[in-house]
């Protein structure tokens, strides 16, 4: 689900929108080792230390699988609201990855579930839009 806003992203060097509207992971990905890094960097590729043109920008789909999760109930931030879950996913890329659940809650969560990249409004309403990941189907 994503909320049709004009709202900015919050975070455009992260994540991006794909024409057809699904979220999008910007990485790097190392041509000597295939490694994908996120974020990508310019520095080198952090398993082989390659540089400059063996990194390359890729643009990797924000689908794949739950493998870790805790609902978190004290934050110090402003930014957003308790409970809220984060997440570590690894996408069918194979990248493995820390994001926030759509969710509130963690209730129903099974490791293993299916995850798609959402983007929402982030805080106060109406901010700009934050990647996210939900269940598929829901
Ligand atoms: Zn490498």
Do not use: W
Not at 21 to 46: H, K
Not at 53 to 76: K, M, Q
Not at 98 to 116: N, S
Request: hydrophobic share 40%; glycine share 14%.
């Amino acid at each position: 689900m994503i909320e049709r806003s004009e709202a900015p992203l919050a975070h455009p060097t992260l994540y991006g929108v794909a024409p057809g509207g699904a979220p999008l992971v910007f990485a790097g990905r190392c041509s000597q080792c295939n490694r994908i890094g996120f974020p990508r960097q310019t520095y080198g590729c952090e398993a082989c230390g390659a540089h400059g043109e063996a990194l390359t920008d890729v643009a990797l789909p924000a689908t794949g699988e739950l493998i870790s999760f805790a609902e978190v109930h004290r934050h110090h931030g402003t930014d957003i609201d308790t409970p809220f879950v984060m997440a570590e996913i690894r996408l069918d890329s194979g990248l493995l990855l820390r994001g926030t659940l759509a969710p509130q809650r963690a209730d129903g969560l099974q490791i293993g579930a299916r995850l798609c990249g959402t983007l929402v409004a982030g805080k106060p309403p109406g901010a700009a839009l934050e990647l996210r990941f939900a269940p598929e189907g829901v």
